[in-house]
């Protein structure tokens, strides 16, 4: 008998809010959406910006979540991270 682990036991990060890695994204994302994610990192994305995330993904715009989608936890860490890597003028 084979026990298959369930989902539960996946080692890959669920994506609970439907934005793919934000590593791949955010650093192709142009920089007037940048702009406009960054004036309020609580806010809801606008439905452009998560069409453009998911087109620079290359991810099927059929699997674009249909309700507000928000940055997690993990996507804000990135975002300092990285705004305190560059030089962001």
Known sequence: MTIIDGPE??????????LPPI???WPMLERPLQREVLENLDA???????????DLCELDAQAIPRTGVRLGVNERAYIAGWMHAVDWS
């Open 23 to 25: 590593g791949l994204w």
């Open 44 to 54: 809801p994305l606008r439905t452009y910006v998560v069409r453009r995330i998911f």
């Open 9 to 18: 036991h996946d080692e890959r990060p669920a994506r609970t809010h439907g």
